[in-house]
C-alpha cells in the first residue's frame, strides 16, 4: 500500500524548469506570412476555377490577416489572434476554396436543398471568414489603443506632481 503512504516534500526532487517554454516555430509571424503567401498563391491559382468574387473577397481576407500579422511590429500577437491567424490560413479558407473547386462546374449554379447554389454557399463562407478576420484585426487595433492608454496614464503618473505632494 505504498501508494497511499504520504511522501515527505523534501524527498520530491523538482524537475529541471525550461526557461523558455517551447513555442510552435508556426506560430511565428514570420511563418503566418510564409503561410500568407502560400495561400495567396493558392487561391492566385485556383482563380480561373473561382468566380471572380470570390478571388476578389478572398483577397481581401488574406489582406485583413496580412494587417493582423502585421499588429506584431507593435507587439506579439495575442494567442488567440495566432490561433485565429492560423486555422483560417491553414484550414478554413484552403478547405472551402478547395470543396467548392471539387464540385463539378455544371452543378456550381444548381439550387440545392437549402435553396442555396455551391456558388452563393462559397461566397458566404469566405464572408463569415472575413467577418471573423475583421473582428480580430479590430481586437488587436484595440489591445493597441488600450497599451497606449495604460502607457499615458502610467507616463501621467510618473511625471507629474504627486497627488500626495502639498
Same mark, same amino acid.
Given at each position: 500500500m505504498a501508494w497511499l503512504r504520504r511522501t515527505d516534500a523534501r524527498d520530491a526532487q523538482? @524537475? =529541471? !524548469?525550461? =526557461?523558455? &517554454?517551447?513555442?510552435?516555430? @508556426?506560430? /511565428?509571424? +514570420?511563418?503566418?506570412?510564409?503561410?500568407?503567401?502560400?495561400? *495567396?498563391?493558392?487561391?492566385?491559382? /485556383? %482563380? @480561373?476555377? #473561382? &468566380? *471572380?468574387?470570390? *478571388? !476578389?473577397?478572398?483577397?481581401r481576407l488574406t489582406d485583413t490577416l496580412a494587417e493582423i500579422i502585421d499588429t506584431s511590429e507593435v507587439r506579439p500577437l495575442d494567442i488567440y489572434a495566432v490561433i485565429s491567424v492560423r486555422a483560417t490560413l491553414r484550414d478554413y479558407l484552403p478547405t472551402t476554396l478547395r470543396g467548392f473547386v471539387a464540385v463539378a462546374p455544371e452543378l456550381r449554379d444548381t439550387a440545392r436543398a437549402s435553396g442555396r447554389t455551391p456558388v452563393q454557399s462559397l461566397l458566404e463562407q469566405i +464572408?463569415?471568414?472575413?467577418? %471573423?478576420? %475583421?473582428? *480580430? #484585426? !479590430?481586437a488587436a487595433r484595440n489591445q493597441d489603443v488600450d497599451a497606449l492608454m495604460t502607457q499615458g496614464s502610467f507616463l501621467k503618473t510618473k511625471f507629474s506632481g504627486s497627488d500626495l505632494d502639498l
Open positions: 523538482p @524537475g =529541471p !524548469v525550461d =526557461p523558455k &517554454p517551447a513555442t510552435d516555430p @508556426g506560430d /511565428s509571424p +514570420e511563418a503566418l506570412r510564409r503561410t500568407l503567401s502560400q495561400a *495567396v498563391t493558392f487561391i492566385n491559382r /485556383s %482563380s @480561373g476555377q #473561382l &468566380p *471572380v468574387k470570390a *478571388v !476578389v473577397d478572398a483577397r +464572408e463569415a471568414l472575413q467577418n %471573423s478576420a %475583421s473582428q *480580430v #484585426l !479590430v
